[in-house]
């Protein structure tokens, strides 16, 4: 078993206890342009005892003026877990194929709820794959969990916590969109002022591995107070986790993000 403060499970070690009980396994795959995507690649094959958890049905409440992707409330979240079978002293791992972005948001909500015990599969199914192990397309209908909310892990700020901040502010979207060259998801391009573009695909390596070496915030002091963002709070937490695997303290996120950023008018967008 890994430890508890491990967040990255390697294939090889999650290959070797995946039949224990105390293991839940998520598959996050999604595809934000076609929201039934995923559910179907997991139908036609997935890791062995894996449950599909959706980014819109159960990461997320409905969209709105909190953004494209806002968190739900603590309580149905911890729903979500116990449907699906986590119990307070389960082992979760969270997997998918978009270079772990939805399986880090699953990872930071976790936390959240204040759990500790989760991972996110580093290389995902690709990686899992690639080591030659199986898939499968039976599932099971999991026991319901008795897992219960504790103090949060994780730091969360709200977007007048963000107005206010004297910190740093990362955005990890891709370059162009920061730059408002490219919006392909939300209506307004450009980023908050004063934020730094430290792209989120930056933390992997030529595998798609997630590097611990904070190369991607080269520019950012240990010291630093950190929020994190992108478009709707997904790929921010992928920033997260491989700024805590470089030895950053935990950044905050901000979980509305751009999309809800752009709702008020009067919040200044900035270009370069």
């Not at 494209?68 to 149905?76: I, N």
């Not at 490219?182 to 573009?197: F, Y």
């Not at 915030?217 to 107070?225: A, G, H, M, Q, T």
Request: glycine share 8%.
């Amino acid at each position: 078993m890994w430890k508890t403060e491990d967040n990255l499970i390697s294939p090889a070690t999650l290959n070797s206890i995946i039949e224990d009980e105390i293991i839940v396994l998520f598959d996050c795959r999604f595809d934000l342009r076609n929201k039934e995507l995923g559910h179907q690649q997991y139908s036609q094959g997935h890791i062995s005892n894996a449950r599909y958890i959706s980014l819109d049905d159960d990461l997320a409440d409905k969209p709105g003026k909190r953004g494209r992707h806002p968190l739900p409330q603590r309580e149905t979240f911890a729903a979500v877990l116990r449907k699906h079978g986590v119990n307070s002293d389960s082992y979760i791992v969270a997997y998918d194929d978009s270079n772990s972005i939805f399986a880090c948001r699953l990872w930071w909500m976790v936390r959240w709820a204040g759990h500790e015990r989760v991972a996110v599969l580093n290389g995902g199914l690709g990686a899992w794959t690639q080591a030659n192990f199986e898939l499968t397309t039976s599932s099971s209908e999991p026991i319901f969990g008795n897992f219960e909310l504790r103090k949060p892990l994780t730091r969360q700020v709200e977007v007048q916590d963000v107005q206010s901040h004297t910190g740093t502010l990362i955005d990890a979207r891709s370059v162009d969109r920061f730059h408002g060259q490219n919006e392909n998801m939300d209506h307004t391009a450009g980023h908050i002022p004063g934020a730094l573009c430290c792209p989120f695909s930056e933390n992997l390596d030529k595998n798609g591995l997630i590097e611990s070496n904070g190369k991607n915030f080269k520019n950012i002091s240990k010291d630093d107070d950190v929020i994190s963002y992108c478009g709707s709070g997904v790929t921010a937490t992928h920033n997260i986790l491989a700024l805590i695997l470089a030895g950053y303290d935990e950044p905050a996120l901000y979980a509305g993000s751009w999309s809800e950023w752009i709702e008020d008018p009067s919040r200044p967008v900035a270009t370069r």
